[in-house]
């Protein structure tokens, strides 16, 4: 019994040690924009996918943990002396995610909706070559799910360097993949 009156009593001084601070432990908000929460950059990088070879590009705003991307990525099938035509997939996508900065890098992961394009082979047309096979060439355009994750080292304020992984998710020809980047923007 005396250790239940030792927590009211100590629930009841809480209490009165907050009202007596003025109610909350919060006094207001700041209405003005802290510009030091907010990053901008952009990535450029190369690298590899379930394609193949596969440069890409994107830009980055971050406001407070919020961050909104805009990329680019072409993802071209591999090959020597492999059929023709090679299969090729692009995307541009606008994605929405979270971010996790602090003064030396980044880890953030974000999800949208793009633009999915590029060639498959469709039916055997004969061969036109000795290595070579022909294929009728297929272009599609179609809507994809966008899905990205970045994480980067950012040694000074302007310049980072990372990896940067890409997926996209279609009806056509889903892809995923990773690229090696540099990181120029605003980024301390």
Do not use: H
Request: net charge positive; glycine share 16%; charged share 10%.
């Amino acid at each position: 019994m005396l250790k239940i009156q030792s927590y009211f009593l100590l629930c009841i001084g809480l209490i009165g040690l907050i009202l007596s601070t003025g109610g909350s432990f919060v006094y207001g908000q700041d209405i003005s924009r802290d510009s030091s929460a907010q990053f901008f950059w952009v990535n450029g990088g190369l690298g590899a996918s379930s394609f193949g070879v596969s440069p890409g590009v994107s830009v980055s705003y971050q406001s407070r943990k919020s961050l909104v991307s805009v990329r680019y990525v072409y993802n071209e099938e591999f090959q020597i002396l492999g059929p023709s035509p090679s299969e090729t997939v692009w995307d541009v996508g606008v994605l929405y995610g979270r971010s996790a900065k602090v003064s030396y890098g980044l880890a953030s992961i974000s999800g949208g909706i793009g633009v999915v394009g590029g060639v498959r082979r469709g039916k055997y047309l004969g061969s036109s070559g000795w290595f070579s096979s022909n294929y009728e060439k297929l272009t599609f355009l179609t809507v994809g799910i966008p899905v990205e994750s970045q994480l980067f080292w950012t040694p000074l304020s302007f310049f980072g360097i990372g990896i940067y992984g890409f997926a996209n998710l279609n009806t056509e020809k889903s892809f995923i993949g990773g690229l090696f980047c540099i990181q120029i923007g605003k980024l301390r």
